[in-house]
């Protein structure tokens, strides 16, 4: 049941077409509209527009995107820099996306404030796998055979 929900929620984040205006990105990360423009201009995000001088629309993935840049750049490195860093970021969490849909992990709850996630089998030996358990906020990693 975890399963079909999970991968019920992947379509449903990878089909969203939830797209906002050049205003509200500039609202909700601090970015100028005019600093959105250049940024379009030169290829680092994009938009959808419809006609000729309709508004410019932006997906959900971009407004990640501007919000990573922002933090790159309030660090104080160059735009370029910025945007290679953002990029770099998002192929590391696809690359960790993959892993979790790939797995298949199994979520249990054991109490209050505690939990286990199974993470899956060792390639070496199939008899063992790998979980963590989640107690008051501190994680661990573990091993054990498989039942």
Same mark, same amino acid.
């Given at each position: 049941m975890d &399963?079909?929900? /999970? %991968?019920?929620?992947?379509?449903? &984040?990878?089909q969203s077409n939830l797209r906002i205006t050049m205003s509200q990105l500039g609202e909700m990360t601090g970015v100028s509209p005019s600093q959105?423009?250049?940024?379009?201009?030169?290829?680092? &995000?994009? /938009? %959808?527009q419809g006609e000729k001088n309709q508004n410019h629309l932006y997906s959900i993935s971009i407004l990640y995107r501007v919000c990573t840049i922002k933090f790159f750049l309030d660090q104080g490195y160059t735009l370029a820099v910025a945007v290679k860093k953002e990029k770099e970021r998002r192929e590391a969490i696809n690359l960790f996306r993959e892993f979790i849909f790939s797995q298949r992990l199994s979520v249990k709850q054991t109490g209050s404030d505690k939990g286990e996630i199974t993470l899956g089998k060792i390639a070496e030996d199939s008899n063992i796998e790998v979980y963590a358990t989640i107690e008051n906020g501190?994680?661990?990693?573990h091993l054990r055979k498989n039942e």
């Open positions: &399963i079909l929900l /999970s %991968e019920r929620f992947r379509k449903m &984040i990878k959105i423009r250049y940024w379009e201009k030169k290829g680092y &995000i994009n /938009s %959808e501190k994680t661990g990693l």
